[in-house]
């Protein structure tokens, strides 16, 4: 967690040969502000739930800053709309406290159901387990003027503490419904999965699966891009790509022919967003995804890809689209113009209903 409270800059901070004609004002570059969203990290949820969402709300018209750490003219100024991403530390909590008492606009804003977080993920299992976090979260979730969550069944969870939760699924950016993914002209399928190592659980549960395909598919290669379960899995054709510097980078990084997103049912999951099927769909690509409710909730399958109930229908699934292009490409096509409906010029309106109800 890196969500902090930025302390009062006294002038005598600034090194005299650093003084322009604002030199008393160290938050000068920070403009009159309608939205600030107080990110929890600079990652992909930082990019997709903060970064991305003020992106949006100021394309229709509104002033907006992220940031990670809560600056004094925000702090201060009660005009601004707080939105604030997964705000649970002991110090960023007693401030959120604060801005409430003080009756100023807060919207808390959550992406996983952090009370469920399976222990093969341990970092995050061990910090959300904390007794005192999750008191944390439950109270600053009741102050708050609203919530933003990406799901129902999240939606359903963060209804216990305050009733003005709004549903905002993950968005695109609009640019990369038009990206065209390079693809090899040696006839190789890549198949690919993207995502941190907090998959563990997923991969454990099907990757064998996926490895034995790749066994018996000689033109097919498995590319990883952020945390290489090809290499735990010992698959025989394999690439790895570690986590670019940015999320646009990350896109661009994509090469995949078919895309595999395993996910066990399990609660944790259950809760989460559809982002790794809709990234693909708005590259073209058709994936193979277990049949657990984000992807149930996405997938149109046999349309757009296919959803996997049983282990043996890994195989059978991607079989079908590494050996038909033209359903591959159909598919492809199908699941770019679902995406059209999950970009943020598409979705940015939900976040100014959020700001407005």
């Not at 009062?8 to 040969?17: D, F, G, M, R, S």
């Not at 038009?178 to 991969?203: E, F, L, R």
């Not at 379960?229 to 994509?254: C, M």
Request: proline share 8%.
């Amino acid at each position: 967690m890196t969500q902090t409270v930025e302390p009062a800059h006294p002038a005598y901070a600034i090194p005299a040969a650093l003084r322009g004609p604002d030199w008393r004002n160290p938050y000068a570059h920070i403009p009159p502000l309608d939205v600030f969203a107080w990110s929890a990290d600079k990652n992909g949820c930082g990019f997709y739930r903060t970064q991305l969402p003020m992106q949006g709300l100021a394309a229709l018209g509104y002033a907006t800053h992220h940031a990670t750490r809560l600056p004094q003219p925000v702090r201060h100024n009660r005009d601004v709309i707080v939105i604030g991403q997964r705000v649970c530390d002991p110090n960023p909590s007693i401030m959120w406290q604060q801005l409430a008492s003080e009756g100023r606009h807060l919207i808390y804003e959550v992406d996983d159901d952090l009370f469920t977080v399976d222990h093969r993920s341990p970092a995050a299992h061990q910090y959300y387990g904390r007794p005192e976090v999750r008191d944390n979260i439950r109270r600053n979730i009741e102050v708050a003027t609203a919530a933003t969550v990406t799901t129902e069944p999240l939606a359903d969870i963060v209804r216990q503490w305050n009733p003005n939760v709004h549903v905002i699924p993950n968005a695109v950016p609009d640019w990369l419904i038009d990206h065209q993914v390079p693809q090899p002209d040696d006839g190789t399928i890549t198949i690919g999965w993207g995502g941190s190592a907090t998959h563990g659980m997923d991969w454990d549960h099907t990757g064998q699966q996926i490895r034995r395909l790749l066994q018996r598919e000689p033109s097919t290669v498995l590319h990883c891009i952020g945390n290489d379960y090809g290499a735990l899995l010992k698959a025989p054709h394999r690439r790895f790509t570690p986590w670019q510097q940015s999320v646009e980078d990350y896109y661009r990084a994509i090469d995949y022919t078919i895309g595999v997103i395993p996910l066990l049912p399990h609660l944790f999951n259950v809760a989460k967003s559809a982002i790794k099927a809709t990234e693909a769909a708005a590259l073209g690509i058709p994936v193979v995804a277990s049949a657990v409710r984000p992807y149930e909730d996405f997938v149109q399958d046999g349309t757009t890809g296919y959803l996997v109930r049983r282990d043996h229908e890994w195989a059978s699934a991607l079989r079908a689209l590494i050996h038909e292009p033209d359903m591959r490409t159909e598919m492809g096509l199908a699941a770019r113009e679902q995406a059209r409906r999950y970009t943020l010029s598409a979705i940015a309106p939900l976040w100014e209903k959020a700001l407005t109800a």
